[in-house]
């Protein structure tokens, strides 16, 4: 069965004090592993998708990484801005079945303090 | 602003009532899906469809039923509702079943 692990559940950090968070996974046949924000009351907004091992996206003050058992997302000198949500997603391949199912992780609550 | 529309943004409804939560996307894209996202148990696919005409089950199915009559629209229907389908309902879709996914705002059921 496939598994997203994501921790910590929950990390406060000073304004400008960076991080990571983590997204371990054990799939068959990794696809893509996505990463959202998800804000209270609102849906996840689309942040990154990593495909192979060694790739690495940014943007602004986020960078996603990804190895063959896990994905970090790194946050350099956070504002309070970034506070919400982030979740990893992994979406499996199964042939001609694949359907483009998502498995989401618990997510991680970041909050930021200024 | 292109997106994806759902209503209502939430609703209270009685135990053993038909409810359908719709959904309308104006990015053209084949692939569409719904999830539910309840506390400790983060999002779980209930149906998908891949492109018009299509649908299948997701990780949790029962006691929903879909309909892609189109390529903009993708109902979500609780033939008789229970409170266990309390939970927040997103639906989301992709360009085609390989690429990202982009969400709604969601619809907050609460079921009494």
């Known amino acids: 069965e496939d598994q997203v692990t994501q921790s910590p559940e929950a990390l406060r950090l000073q304004e400008g004090e960076s991080s990571s968070l983590n997204c371990s996974y054990t799939?068959?046949?990794?696809?893509?592993l996505f990463w959202y924000r998800q804000d209270p009351g609102k849906g996840p907004e689309f942040l990154f998708t990593?495909?192979?091992a060694g790739e690495e996206k940014e943007k602004e003050r986020l960078k996603a990484t990804l190895t063959k058992k896990e994905s970090f997302l790194h946050i350099t000198a956070p504002k309070p801005e970034d506070s919400a949500t982030y979740l990893c997603?992994?979406?499996?391949?199964?042939?001609?079945?694949?359907?483009?199912?998502?498995?989401f992780g618990q997510g991680t609550i970041l909050t930021v303090h200024p | 602003i292109a997106g994806i529309t759902q209503a209502p943004t939430s609703q209270i409804l009685a135990a053993g009532r038909r409810m359908t939560l719709r959904c309308t996307q104006d990015?053209?894209?084949?692939?569409m899906y719904w999830y539910r996202q309840d506390l400790g148990l983060g999002l779980r696919l209930i149906h998908y469809s891949n492109t018009a005409g299509t649908t299948g089950k997701g990780e949790v199915p029962d006691g929903y039923s879909v309909s892609r009559a189109n390529t903009d629209d993708f109902p979500l229907t609780l033939a008789s509702a229970v409170p266990s389908q309390t939970s927040v309902y997103f639906c989301a879709s992709s360009r085609s079943e390989n690429t990202e996914a982009f969400f709604g705002q969601g619809t907050r059921l609460t079921v009494v």
């Open positions: 799939v068959s046949g990794l696809r893509g």
């Open positions: 990015m053209r894209h084949n692939a």
């Open positions: 990593l495909y192979s």
């Open positions: 997603a992994v979406q499996v391949g199964a042939g001609g079945t694949s359907y483009g199912k998502l498995t």
